[in-house]
């Protein structure tokens, strides 16, 4: 795992949480030298991002959403919707990302918590994705698979900061929140953010 100093810290939407977090104002691309490397990808996972944060927030005051079903939560970061949904009372919680780095943090966070994260399973009944449309070439793939997922009949759920890329004509919005950030990593204390359901 990259070399970054967190400290375990409340997620600032979803307190009754604490993750393994960056606690120094710095943004994502200060931990890696200032440079960017197609082949190691920075640790979105040493930060709680809005979506992730309004997932959380929206399953834990909902808890009926996760409770008894198999969960995945795709490009997981911190793990911070998957732990929710396990402190919703889910029948089994997976966590899963392109980053290796990012799926250790998903399972020692979930470990500070009092829960555990299985291995992913091949039909979830409820997908999570929060922040995944921060890219042009990322939220094609991402919807794609979002799309499958749903087409086996999974719910899909999506935390979303308005980040430019997200299809919202394929979801419809739930609720809203205003989740504190840091203004080192989003230039503003705070966002507005969706939870949304995929159609």
Do not use: K
């Not at 929710?84 to 009372?89: I, L, S």
């Not at 070439?137 to 799309?147: E, S």
Request: proline content about 9%.
């Amino acid at each position: 795992m990259l070399d970054a100093s967190t400290a375990l810290l409340p997620v600032p939407l979803a307190p009754e949480i604490s993750l393994h977090l960056v606690d120094a104002p710095v943004g994502l691309f200060d931990l890696t030298g200032g440079e960017f490397r197609s082949d190691v990808p920075p640790p979105f996972w040493a930060f709680v991002w809005a979506g992730g944060q309004a997932l959380a927030r929206y399953l834990l005051d909902h808890p009926d959403e996760a409770a008894g079903r198999r969960v995945l939560d795709l490009a997981t970061g911190s793990g911070v919707a998957a732990i929710a949904a396990a402190r919703c009372g889910a029948a089994r919680v997976a966590a899963t990302d392109i980053d290796p780095d990012a799926v250790a943090a998903a399972h020692r966070n979930a470990a500070a918590n009092g829960v555990t994260l299985a291995e992913p399973m091949e039909l979830p009944e409820l997908v999570l994705a929060g922040d995944v449309f921060y890219s042009p070439a990322v939220a094609p793939q991402i919807t794609g698979q979002l799309r499958a997922f749903r087409r086996n009949g999974a719910s899909v759920l999506v935390g979303d900061p308005g980040r430019g890329y997200f299809p919202e004509r394929l979801f419809e919005l739930i609720t809203e929140y205003v989740v504190p950030v840091p203004e080192s990593l989003e230039d503003t204390g705070e966002l507005r953010t969706g939870v949304w359901r995929m159609r």
